[in-house]
Nanobody
Framework: QVQLVESGGGLVQTGGSLRLSCAAS????????MGWYRRASGKQRELVAT???????NYGGSVKGRFTISRDNGKNTVYLQMNSLKPEDTAVYYC?????????WGQGTQVTVSP
């Protein structure tokens, strides 16, 4: 089992920045991909960004150029730096940990961007 603890959400004005963190603990082995997904009210969950153990990244189209994902493998922690935030970025952000084809999810952290 893997446990994920997220932090860093909150309320910010348009154009502002936030940094999310997610620390993984538990039975961790092998290659693993960590990342962030989000779900806005009334919408489906969508990819924000992922990063592999080797550092390869993938971003959702709506956040490219504004968000940056990074990780500290020694701490099993993934970060999401969010800049130039827009009201449409308002959502619950979920940390994801994928290893051996199994997904683990964090509890979610609310990000609200005011106009």
């Amino acid at each position: 089992q893997v446990q994920l603890v997220e932090s860093g959400g909150g309320l910010v004005q348009t154009g502002g920045s936030l940094r999310l963190s997610c620390a993984a603990s538990g039975t961790i082995s092998g290659t693993r991909t960590m990342g962030w997904y989000r779900r806005a009210s009334g919408k489906q969950r969508e990819l924000v960004a992922t990063i592999t153990s080797a550092g390869s990244t993938n971003y959702g189209g709506s956040v490219k150029g504004r968000f940056t994902i990074s990780r500290d493998n020694g701490k099993n922690t993934v970060y999401l730096q969010m800049n130039s935030l827009k009201p449409e970025d308002t959502a619950v952000y979920y940390c994801n940990f994928r290893s051996w084809g199994i997904d683990f999810w964090g509890q979610g952290t609310q990000v609200t961007v005011s106009p």
